[in-house]
């Protein structure tokens, strides 16, 4: 992110261009344009896991991401929406702060 290297949740209200990748996933989960808060990233990444049905049936914390591009982008098969650290990993690599 930006070089005053503020946490990711500082940026929640500035926007952000998630890199291609990432994107993909978002526009997949319905979001239009390249630029958004990390709260709207936040929304299409959980409207992804959705529509993809990545969330285990029985435990819906548990996402199974291994066989998805989900899971490229987060080095990981398999996570708990209970221990959001990995996707913040994810964001930080994935996000460009945008200077508006
Ligand atoms: C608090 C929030 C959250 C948000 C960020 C983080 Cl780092 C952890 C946790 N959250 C709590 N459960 C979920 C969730 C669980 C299963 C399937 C989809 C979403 C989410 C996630 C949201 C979201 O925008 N959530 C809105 C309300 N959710 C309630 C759960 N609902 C589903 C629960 C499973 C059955 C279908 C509905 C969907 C709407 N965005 C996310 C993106 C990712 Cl990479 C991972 C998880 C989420």
Redesign the pocket.
Known sequence: LNPSNRSIQDTEGSAVRPQPALLKLLHTAGAKGDTFTLKQV??F??QY??VKQL?DKRQ??I?HCGDDELGQLLGITTFS?KD?SP??EMLKKNLHQVSC
């Open positions: 936040m929304h990444l959980g896991i959705m969330y819906q914390h996402v929406v959001p996707l913040y």
